[in-house]
């Protein structure tokens, strides 16, 4: 069967046991393919079960999931890191690659962007979402960190393009801070 659109959304849920369960039912409301969670809610280190009998995939450290929603799209496990994991879709006779990273506020970045560097961004659709936990004028900060400005030549050198849009306001608010951390970067094939 064809399919004609990808729909999906990315939510930073911050261990939260509601957010984590309600994007459940966000995603079958709206009828989407995947989600894409970063810093999901844990029970014993394992997420929560999807009653909708969809394929989860997620990195080493459990700190990101890709739910599939679409039982009859080809999907396929493609590798895990600690940070990342990656599935290939099959679309409208294309490749088009789900990156779902989270990166701890302590770890370090160079790890992340090594487990990245070994994957050529320039021969398919990809899909790069994540907490990067780092600061860049670029997406939206009022200045750069060392993380930022890192994650910011990584993106300039791998065929990536920053999708977030400053205007819709900020990625993360809490009482205590507002911020930009979650990112969305796409390429396209050359």
Not at 31 to 56: M, R, T
Not at 107 to 123: A, V
Not at 141 to 164: M, P, Q, V, W
């Amino acid at each position: 069967m064809g399919f004609n659109t990808i729909r999906g959304i990315q939510i930073n849920v911050n261990h939260c046991k509601a957010a984590h369960s309600g994007v459940f039912q966000v995603s079958r409301d709206l009828e989407l393919d995947f989600i894409a969670i970063q810093d999901p809610y844990l029970i014993n280190g394992e997420p929560p079960k999807s009653n909708f009998g969809c394929k989860a995939f997620s990195p080493r450290d459990k700190r990101a999931i890709t739910y599939i929603f679409k039982k009859n799209l080809n999907v396929f496990y493609k590798f895990n890191t600690t940070h990342t994991v990656a599935v290939e879709l099959h679309f409208n006779n294309m490749l088009f690659n789900i990156f779902n990273c989270y990166l701890p506020p302590h770890d370090n970045i160079e790890d992340l962007i090594g487990e990245l560097r070994d994957f050529n961004f320039y021969n398919s659709f990809n899909l790069l979402v994540s907490d990067f936990n780092c600061k860049s004028r670029s997406w939206g900060y009022d200045s750069d960190n060392f993380r930022g400005r890192k994650l910011t030549e990584f993106i300039a050198a791998s065929n990536l393009h920053i999708c977030n849009i400053t205007e819709y306001g900020p990625t993360f608010q809490s009482t205590t801070n507002v911020g930009f951390p979650d990112l969305t970067l796409l390429s396209l094939p050359v």
